[in-house]
């Protein structure tokens, strides 16, 4: 089975401009959370999609949204970019929701914000 | 709110030692504890994990215990070898209300050769 995929992989983006960041799980797999890598915070968790619903959220700005497709890719959007938004940001997928299975994560996407 | 502590932040290590990494959480709804370890540019991935039915796990050389009355719970990897070098996370998440993971700061593990 292939892995959980994002694209894209490395990006550069100028404060106040948008973004939309891209993951396709694993086949079968229909749970998929957001989460930002920063050296200084750590891994955050951003949100949870089951079933094109958002289950969870975490504790960001609403410039951060997300959404889910039918086929269980997700692509979250952070809009009005700030310096800080720079950034690793991961997704996860698991094979369902309030299972606590084991959450695959995909490479990342390196956000740069200049 | 919900918090994860990891301790220590950074750990060097003879090859052949071993290696404990200590968590502690605040959410006592907190039901599942994963580690994951983390190479140099890549993704995070799980190691172990552990349930709150169970007190210890054990797979070849990495164990994991959980104190749910002290809300702890420790990673141990025995005999270290070079290539167990990486940052190690401990998370926690109330499994039955989705994958929601309350990641503690890292461990920055270094084995010497």
């Known amino acids: 089975k292939a892995g959980v995929t994002q694209t894209p992989r490395y990006l550069i983006k100028t404060r106040g401009q948008q973004v939309t960041l891209s993951c396709s799980p694993i086949s079968g797999h229909r749970s998929v959370s957001w989460y930002q890598q920063t050296p200084g915070q750590g891994l955050q968790f951003l949100f949870e999609y089951f079933s094109e619903t958002q289950r969870n959220k975490g504790n960001f700005p609403g410039r951060f949204s997300g959404r889910q497709f039918s086929n269980s890719r997700s692509e979250m959007n952070v809009s009005t970019l700030e310096l800080g938004d720079s950034a690793l940001y991961l997704c996860?997928?698991?094979?369902?929701?309030?299972?606590?299975?084991?959450?695959?994560f995909g490479p990342g996407t390196r956000l740069t914000v200049l | 709110g919900e918090n994860v502590e990891q301790h220590p932040s950074t750990l060097s290590v003879q090859e052949g030692d071993s290696a404990v990494i200590k968590c502690t959480y605040s959410?006592?709804?907190?039901?599942?504890f994963p580690w994951y370890k983390q190479e140099l540019g890549k993704r995070p991935q799980l190691i172990i994990d552990?349930?709150?039915?169970?007190g210890e796990k054990k797979d070849q050389r990495i164990a994991v215990t959980l104190n749910k009355t002290a809300k702890h719970f420790s990673l141990h990897i025995t005999e270290t070898q070079p290539e167990d070098s990486a940052v190690y996370f401990c998370?926690?998440?109330?499994?039955?209300?989705?994958?929601?993971?309350?990641f503690g700061q890292g461990t920055e593990l270094s084995v010497k050769p």
């Open positions: 959410d006592s709804a907190s039901n599942y």
């Open positions: 552990i349930r709150s039915n169970v």
């Open positions: 996860a997928s698991s094979t369902q929701w309030g299972a606590a299975d084991e959450q695959f």
């Open positions: 998370a926690a998440s109330r499994g039955n209300q989705g994958g929601k993971l309350i």
